[in-house]
């Protein structure tokens, strides 16, 4: 089969029209898990099919497209998406944040503020909050139309009392416009600050699940909390080693096998962006790489 | 609202049919603030029907279950709305299930599970949550070091005695008891049976209590219905009704407990 075959964006008028309506659906229920029928994609499951069937909903032919994962634009499941909507669709891509239309993200928030003509498409394992806690969906529908959330305390409670303080580092329950408890998606609580108040269109989709849920431009989005024991968006304690930043959220990674590690800025355009900019962090001097790779053997002759 | 003079509950005809066989058909009586109530009969005679239905688990097909409001005064649960009626059992009314596994969450801890019920009613202070809930597990003589372990980790009738906790917490008026102490042994049934009569007593409790166990009621009842093929044959004082039987199912329950 040629690629023209395909409809714009791979999925039929139909299906999209669906989709939509959906997704119309979530943003004027902000937080509310609008159920819809979701389609078999040409990926498994966990691979943001849900995330997928969104952005095919939203991409217009014009549109400049990027795919996160984790923060980086670079990763299996970034590449692939993005390939896929460069054959399906044929729209720009791009690894820039502040270039792109739609962004379709695993796990991340771009470190760059959004703007209001920005679309970000959050890919969601498991949009249920209260999943792990109730099992039964007739149950936690229910908790939901009838606002029942004393459960989600429960689980923060259940938190501290074992490890003396909210030790929830992703997927950090949200509460909407006073209303819905929401799952932000994996996204390190770092993130959750981001959620509320943003100037772009948050959509989330989750494919197995078969669920889209919205959060509108500027809505209020609050991370749920004790009152002796605050909501805390938390990151290492290190500066980014390739770019020095501060403020960005950081991924560990495993230098070599005698204990050494670096932190980098997990949102690699964010990064690159900032080494352009002629910062630098502490493990990004070529001179010192030389140095290590100098030492080395050295130390094996020993 | 409430008065002493007026009933804390009040049934009126309550009628559950499954189909063309009889759950509890006509029951009527009307429970006052501090009274505890028994409700005895053979296995399938209905008793767990009528307390479901009045609990709000099962809905009943008539009759009127009308409960003295701290806000509105008295209203018919059956035609409340379903929030309304969840709300009240989360803070006025409270249920204690045979099986303790039925009513706790079985993978949060003792503490998490005492603070449920005060989380669902809007406590956000973890430090007075877990301090009410220390002191609850301490109430129901459980001791304050296991309040981060998890159920499973209890016995039996640390189990059960949880549960009562976890339903008092939120200082209810009236408490719905199905077979409290069945599947306990006989020595575990003696300590929570005193547990609950200390506490019916201190906190005032109304109670009703559905049980097969004659023994039960004789400690904690103050009135008593019997109950066979879902129609209550007898009703009255404890004592009386067990002293002195008089309807001829009433004379053969009480003639069959064994006397040691």
């Known amino acids: 089969m040629s690629e023209s075959a395909y409809n714009f964006a791979y999925l039929d008028e139909q299906t999209k029209r669906m989709i939509r309506r959906a997704i119309l659906k979530g943003l004027a229920i902000p937080g509310y898990q609008v159920p819809f029928a979701s389609r078999e994609m040409p990926m498994p499951y966990g691979w943001g099919t849900g995330g997928v069937q969104v952005s095919a909903a939203v991409l217009h032919p014009e549109d400049t497209f990027k795919v996160i994962d984790q923060g980086a634009d670079d990763t299996t499941n970034a590449v692939s998406i993005r390939t896929f909507f460069e054959k399906t669709a044929q729209v720009k891509t791009t690894t820039r944040t502040s270039e792109a239309r739609v962004i379709q993200t695993r796990h991340r928030i771009p470190e760059e503020g959004l703007t209001e003509d920005q679309i970000l498409v959050y890919q969601v394992p498991i949009p249920e909050p209260l999943r792990f806690l109730e099992p039964r969906e007739s149950e936690t529908r229910k908790m939901h139309s009838l606002e029942e959330y004393g459960l989600m305390h429960v689980k923060l409670y259940e938190d501290i009392s074992r490890h003396g303080h909210i030790a929830t580092s992703y997927a950090y329950p949200v509460k909407v416009e006073d209303r819905y408890v929401m799952d932000p998606s994996p996204i390190p609580k770092f993130d959750n600050p981001k959620l509320g108040d943003m100037a772009a269109i948050q959509l989330f989709g989750a494919g197995r699940e078969q669920r889209i849920y919205a959060l509108p431009p500027y809505t209020k989005a609050v991370s749920l909390d004790f009152e002796d024991h605050p909501f805390e968006a938390s990151k290492a304690d290190h500066p980014c080693g390739l770019c020095g930043a501060e403020d960005s959220y950081l991924d560990e990674v495993i230098v070599d096998d005698e204990g050494g590690r670096m932190f980098v800025c997990s949102d690699t355009d964010y990064c690159e962006g900032r080494r352009a900019k002629g910062f630098v962090g502490a493990m990004a001097a070529t001179d010192q790489m030389a140095a290590t790779t100098m030492t080395k053997p050295t130390l094996e002759v020993l | ?260």
């Open chain 2, 1 to 260: 609202m409430s008065r002493a003079d007026q009933p804390l509950l009040s049934v009126k005809s309550l009628s559950k049919f499954y189909g063309a066989h009889i759950g509890c058909k006509d029951v009527s009586f009307d429970l006052y603030p501090g009274e505890v109530m028994g409700i005895v009969g053979e296995s399938g005679s209905g008793k767990s029907t009528l307390l479901n239905c009045m609990a709000g688990h099962l809905a009943p097909d008539r009759g009127e279950v009308v409960f003295d409001t701290r806000a509105d005064g008295p209203r018919d649960t059956v035609q409340m709305s379903e929030p309304e009626r969840r709300m009240l059992s989360r803070t006025d009314w409270a249920f204690v299930h045979q099986h303790a596994r039925d009513g706790l969450r079985m993978g949060v801890s003792a503490g998490g599970n005492v603070g449920e019920r005060l989380m669902a009613v809007g406590a956000r202070n973890y430090g007075d949550i877990r301090g009410k809930a220390t002191d609850w597990l301490q109430r129901v003589e459980i001791s304050a070091d296991r309040v981060d372990d998890r159920p499973t980790t209890f016995s039996g009738g640390m189990q059960q005695r949880l549960q009562i906790a976890r339903n008092l917490v939120t200082g209810p008026r009236l408490v719905f008891m199905d077979e409290p102490t069945g599947g306990l042994d006989v020595s575990v049934q003696a300590r929570l049976l005193d547990l609950v009569r200390g506490l019916v007593r201190d906190m005032g409790l109304s109670a009703i209590i559905v049980t097969h166990d004659l023994a039960v009621v004789r400690l904690l009842a103050d009135r008593l219905m019997v109950m066979k093929s879902g129609h209550v044959v007898e009703a009255g004082l404890t004592d009386q009704v067990l002293d002195d039987p008089q309807h001829a199912y009433s004379q053969l329950l009480v003639s069959s407990v064994l006397q040691v």
